[in-house]
């Protein structure tokens, strides 16, 4: 089972950019496909986007299309998520998620593995 670890989010003014980290122990990283989450106050939480284990496929939520971008380094157990022109609605703790298998869903209850989520505010 991996254990995720995620790092960079911040405040940020509208129109800005942050890049969150998504660091897993253990040495089978790579046999993981993974993806980003976000919930809001009052919100149920949400699929953000994914990356299969390879790195060859990956998905994205309509709201954040041509805005983000998801990397999976496997030679760093690390999986990244950068976001540009980021807008108010994007306000959210954001959570990495691990499964093993080579297939991205954006079902929460298809991933066993949680990070302890890191808090993203953007101010307009």
Do not use: H
């Amino acid at each position: 089972q991996a254990r995720l670890v995620e790092s960079g989010g911040g405040l940020v003014q509208a129109g800005g950019s942050l890049r969150l980290s998504c660091v897993g122990s253990g040495r089978l990283f790579y046999t993981y496909s993974m993806s980003w989450f976000r919930q809001s106050p009052g919100k149920e939480r949400e699929f953000v986007g994914g990356i299969n284990r390879s790195g060859g496929g990956i998905s994205y939520a309509d709201s954040v299309k041509g805005r983000f971008t998801i990397v999976k380094d496997n030679a760093k157990n690390t999986m990244y998520l950068q976001m540009n022109n980021l807008e108010p609605e994007d306000t959210a703790t954001y959570y990495c998620a691990a499964r093993l298998g080579g297939l991205v869903m954006v079902d929460e209850s298809s991933y066993a593995a949680w990070g302890q989520g890191t808090q993203v505010t953007v101010s307009s």
